[in-house]
């Protein structure tokens, strides 16, 4: 595992200082891990850019990836989706999103990554 990918979930926990969330952060972050932040998640979470401090500053950190929803990406989740049967395109854009960086997600709802990818690491905040 080369760090981890955050859902809405995970960026919302992090905007309101979750212990937790803030903890498993910083451990990457010293052990050099790269944090991917799927630009979709990040649409869903961010509401007040001013006051959401935190979420802000983890995206502008240089070992973040903000990864688009590009045509290769939305391809993929849309695949993702009919595979799985479901229609949540920001958990789907997630898991493309950790399956290409090879990491674990950072969820609120591990059920529902486990449901679309049983095979992506999803860890609960």
Known sequence: MTGVTLDAGALI??????RRM????AR???????????????AQALRSPARQVRVVRLC???S?????LD???A???GLLLASSGTSDIVDAHVIVSARRAHQAVLTSDPDDIARMAPDVIAIKV
């Open 22 to 25: 803030v903890t498993l952060l």
């Open 75 to 77: 391809t993929a989740s």
């Open 71 to 73: 045509a290769p990406e």
């Open 60 to 62: 502008r950190q240089p």
């Open 13 to 18: 926990a992090l905007d309101r200082g979750d």
């Open 28 to 42: 990457a972050l010293e052990h050099g891990d790269r944090i991917t932040v799927p630009a979709t998640a990040l």
């Open 64 to 68: 973040t990836d903000l990864i688009a």
